[in-house]
């Protein structure tokens, strides 16, 4: 069965005809080609694919592509500027060494976005706790947390 | 990862998804927050015809009191019940039980409680690829004959692994089943069955309404030990209720005693918790007793299947009660 759904993608609105069984990082990734949002482990557990919906930061492998009918989706594609400068987390991260190999990046640079929007002043323990979801491999976490940690001193990120 | 095929419905109300559980019963799958169903199925476990989703039934989602009750809507999100001061005040077992859930993003927001009661029993054996599975000859709940994880048994030994489930259990929950035409309500305690295949009493016709929590005035905890803090299942867990009696406020008149994640469903042990029953709050010999017995008698129940070791994990079972047991002395006390 496929279903024509419509949502806003980072600002656009698209309508899109989804097969029932596609997840939304299938539809992201296989089917618009935007491969910014990556895939791990497909069960919810590594936090690659995190992608924010409603300003909710969520695993787009365990969502229906279906299921984000009438809703606001955020992707890693949606965060630099048109005329592509980079968003002030992306900028930290480059900056403060959150990046190594960057499988994990645009999933936690997701989950700090959703973080940081609601609450641009979030303790060390907030920020620990909202990218608790998401595991990385290579850079043993800490500049990660020191990025984010130091987009609040950037001022003026949101947006 | 893909999904396998299946047909996506809707319901726009509840009696709508009453309809819909009746006409395709064994064929079709209830989807909530899917942070269970949905991995299930990846992993080739089961193959629904039909999905349908509770994504529109926001008559599911309230925490509310009535009386001398909690009233929780089958489809609230942990994150909801995380954020409820009711909740915390009342049944402070399950919002620490909801806190520890998964991870913020997957479990949190798309999370319900509904689901996580209902969520399927697991084991390192079968909650596997396809490929993996592949390999060898398939056990009881995947249609075969052997268990892995018990050897010679004629049947399913895999583990309730629910946080919500075993802090519910301590806090005396029942839930409400509904189908097209009836209602039922059953506790927590008669809802389990011994079947790690089956492990709930509960038809494919049959949707969760509501849970519901009395309010007994006593004060709850609940404590639980995974590898790592996030996104881990439990490898044991301990939910507690304790209350004062009215007339002396040290002592305790009534005693709930469960632990989660070493059985085929949450136990509630009987001979620990009426061992408390007429102590002192400060008596902390008594809560080590009380521990150890849950411990040996929990022990008898435990299957090697959820990682760790499965002596490790008995010795813990007497600490989680016993840390559960003072947390819930101290606050009792304040
Ligand atoms: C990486 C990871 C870590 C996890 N960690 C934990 C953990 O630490 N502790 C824990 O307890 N759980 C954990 N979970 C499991 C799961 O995320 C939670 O239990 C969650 O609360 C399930 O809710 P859901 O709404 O997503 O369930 P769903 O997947 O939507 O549903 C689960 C089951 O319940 C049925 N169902 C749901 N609602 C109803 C209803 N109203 N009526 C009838 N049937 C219904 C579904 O058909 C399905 O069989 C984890 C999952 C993942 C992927
Ligand atoms: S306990 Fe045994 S039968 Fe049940 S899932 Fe594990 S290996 Fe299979
Ligand atoms: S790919 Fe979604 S959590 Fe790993
Ligand atoms: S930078 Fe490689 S996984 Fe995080």
């Not at chain 1, 809703?71 to 890693?76: A, D, F, Q, Y």
């Not at chain 2, 999904?3 to 006409?23: M, T």
């Not at chain 2, 809507?73 to 859930?101: N, Q």
């Not at chain 2, 022990?299 to 490790?312: D, I, K, Q």
Request: aromatic fraction near 6%.
């Amino acid at each position: 069965m496929a279903t024509n759904i419509s949502f806003i993608l980072n600002g656009d609105e698209i309508s899109y005809e989804v097969k029932d069984h596609w997840t939304l990082s299938h539809l992201l990734r296989e089917e618009m080609g935007l491969i910014g949002t990556k895939e791990g482990c497909g069960n919810g557990e590594c936090g690659a694919c995190t992608v924010i919906v409603d300003k909710l930061a969520v695993n787009s492998c365990l969502y229906l592509a279906i299921e984000v009918e009438g809703k606001i989706v955020e992707t890693i594609e949606g965060l630099a500027s048109t005329s592509g400068a980079l968003h002030p987390i992306q900028q930290s991260f480059v900056k403060n060494g959150g990046i190594q190999c960057g499988f994990c990046s645009p999933g936690m640079i997701m989950s700090s976005k959703a973080l940081l929007d609601k609450n641009p002043d979030a303790n060390h323990e907030e920020i620990k706790h909202a990218l608790a979801g998401n595991i990385c491999r290579c850079t043993g976490y800490v500049q990660i947390l020191e990025s984010v940690e130091a987009v609040k001193n950037m001022g003026g990120q949101n947006e | 990862m893909r999904l396998p095929r299946f047909e996506y419905i809707e319901p726009i109300n509840f009696e709508g998804a009453l309809d819909l559980l009746y006409i395709h019963k064994d064929n079709a799958k209830v989807l909530a927050g899917g942070t269970d169903l949905l991995v299930r199925m990846k992993k080739g476990l089961l193959k629904p015809k039909i999905i349908i989703s509770l994504k529109a039934l926001k008559e599911l989602s309230y925490i509310k009191k009535d009386d001398s009750y909690i009233k929780i809507g089958a489809r609230t999100s942990i994150a909801d019940i995380i954020a409820s001061d009711l909740i915390k005040k009342e049944a402070c077992a399950l919002f620490e039980a909801c806190e520890k859930i998964g991870a913020v993003t997957i479990q949190h927001y798309r999370g319900t409680i509904g689901g996580n009661i209902l969520q399927d029993n697991r084991c390192i054996h079968y909650n596997q690829s396809a490929f993996h599975r592949s390999g060898r000859q398939p056990c009881h709940k995947d249609g075969g004959k052997i268990c892995y994880a018990r050897d010679a048994s004629d049947r399913c030994n895999s583990t309730c692994q629910s946080d919500g489930a075993t802090a519910l259990m301590a806090l005396g929950a029942n839930i409400t089943l509904v189908r097209k035409g009836t209602e039922r309500i059953i506790d927590l305690d008669n809802f389990y069955t011994t079947d790690g295949i089956m492990p709930f009493a509960m038809e494919s016709n049959e949707l969760l309404k509501e849970i519901v929590i009395p309010i007994q005035g006593g004060k709850s905890s609940y404590k639980r030990l995974a590898y790592r803090s996030a996104i881990d299942y439990p490898i044991v867990s301990a939910g507690v209720f304790l209350k004062s009696s009215d007339t002396s406020k040290n002592e305790i008149e009534d005693a709930r005693i469960v632990v989660g994640a070493i059985a085929r469903a949450p136990i509630f042990l009987a001979k620990a918790s009426s061992f408390l029953k007429g102590k002192k709050f400060n008596d902390i010999s008594a809560f080590k007793k009380a521990a150890d017995i849950s411990m040996d008698n929990a022990s008898t129940f435990a299957v090697h299947n959820v990682g760790s070791t499965l002596e490790y994990r008995c010795a813990m079972v007497s600490e989680m009660v016993f840390q559960a047991l003072k947390e819930a002395a101290i606050v009792t006390q304040e």
